[in-house]
């Protein structure tokens, strides 16, 4: 087992204290060590100034016994899970509690990485909602406490679009008319987890299906994601998305939208408050929300997102760590704090009744009973990387669209045997 050694620095850069805290013994794990935690998380939102910063801020004045300090993990969510896996394969103790995707639970439990939360189950599920604490559980284990959810929305330059699409076509139909002036639509088009995600969006929009309910079987449409492939390959020779399209994650999709050169963007709610904030941008004052659209125009599909919090089975400090994401999952005001600071979904169920009256927590009133989560397989880091090695290339006219679907109908009846 790998010694970690973790340096408090105490003091300014002229007198500085150095201190070892090395762990005593053998690594037990288990034992309450006090001190301060790690939490690995990534993404804007864990940030200095971001909303996870401000909750452990407050855990922070509560518990100065345990504090806990982020150690801020890229933006990508594939990165930031390879960055945990390292951590976590070497059954290293640099993590305490570990900021999780929603889609790396069943992965995370069977390799065994992850400290189960049977013991405190009943509060966490109690207050929860039943989403979000499916997404935290594998194998009928509770293995995370649920702490943000999440729901893909559509943001639209309200200047220059009277009412928001219903259907794709209609959107790519006023994106292109703008075209020239400026971009059209922004999503997230790099290759990584996020591509996943806005194909997914697609697919399903369009009525398809990768697995029936327990994933014994493959319900995988090849015509129907050739349909939202083709969509995605036009969208981008035709001009509907707006350039960069294909190299943007969520972060740079927000750039976009916000400096003012895309009309519509799909993105996830944290990104509402950021351009509320930014009073320079020409989005400001000038942009509302709605539901994605659907290739029929009715309702609304998105993936299911969020992070759970998970306390890593290596943690010199399990109590404090469980301690910790117990508080996060069922502490009214750090979960309020999501909402109104950072407008990142709570999963907290009676957070929600007051906030009847914010607009982006209201429309995901809408549409969280109807976001899809991604199959929970274990393999599901395999079968997504698979997917984006074969749907990307096609979306950007580089190979078969036939072909590329069959490869990803192949990938998931592999992963089913
Ligand atoms: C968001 C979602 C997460 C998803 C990721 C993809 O962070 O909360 O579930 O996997 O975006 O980029």
């Known amino acids: ?70 150690e801020l993990l890229p933006e990508a969510a594939d990165q930031q899970r390879e960055q945990q896996a390292l951590e976590l394969q070497s059954e290293g103790s640099g993590f305490d509690v570990l900021g999780m995707d929603v889609i790396w639970t069943g992965e995370y439990a069977e390799n065994g990485w992850l400290e189960s939360l049977e013991d405190v189950r009943d509060e966490i599920e109690e207050a929860s909602i039943p989403g979000a604490f499916e997404s935290a559980t594998w194998g009928g284990e509770l293995w995370a406490a649920p702490y943000n959810t999440n729901a893909g929305l559509l943001y639209y330059r309200s200047d220059l679009v009277d009412t928001p699409p219903t259907t794709w076509d209609q959107l790519c139909q006023t994106a292109t008319q703008g075209s020239g002036e400026i971009g059209g639509f922004i999503g997230q088009g790099a290759q990584y987890e996020g591509f996943v995600v806005n194909w997914l969006e697609y697919y399903w929009s369009a009525g398809g299906e990768l697995f029936n309910d327990d994933q014994s079987e493959v319900l995988f449409d090849t015509d129907i994601a050739a349909r939202a492939t083709q969509f995605m390959a036009d969208a981008i020779s035709d001009g509907c998305y ?9 972060e740079e999709a927000r750039n976009e939208f916000q400096q003012g050169n895309a009309m519509f963007m799909r993105n996830w709610p ?25 290739f029929d125009g009715d309702g609304t599909i998105s993936a299911l997102g969020g992070f759970n919090n998970a306390v890593s089975a290596f943690s010199d400090n399990i109590d404090a760590a469980k301690d910790f994401v117990t508080w996060a999952a069922t502490n009214e005001e750090a979960q309020s704090m999501l909402a ?24 995901l009133g809408e549409i969280l009973p109807d976001a899809k989560p991604r199959p929970p397989a274990p393999s599901w880091n395999e079968i997504s990387v698979e997917m984006q090695r074969a749907l990307f290339p096609a979306v950007n006219g580089q190979t078969d669209i036939q072909e590329a679907v069959e490869q990803v109908r192949s990938a998931l009846e592999g992963a089913v045997e």
């Open 1 to 70: 087992m790998r010694k970690s050694t973790r340096w408090l620095v105490v003091g300014g850069a002229s007198a500085l204290i150095v201190a070892a805290c090395t762990p005593a013994g053998d690594d037990g794990g288990g034992e309450t060590a006090g001190g301060e935690l790690v939490w690995a998380i990534g993404g804007a939102e864990a940030q200095p100034g971001g909303v996870h910063q401000q909750v452990a801020e407050l855990w922070n004045e509560e518990n100065p016994e345990t504090p806990i300090r982020i």
């Open 340 to 363: 109104t600071e950072g407008s990142v979904p709570p999963t907290m169920a009676s957070v929600y009744d007051q906030l009847a009256d914010d607009p982006v927590m209201s429309l």
């Open 270 to 294: 944290y990104v509402y408050s950021l351009i509320e904030q930014d009073t320079a941008s020409p989005a400001n004052g000038n942009f509302d929300i709605a539901p994605l659209p659907t």
């Open 242 to 250: 707006a350039p960069g399209f294909n190299t943007a994650q969520e």
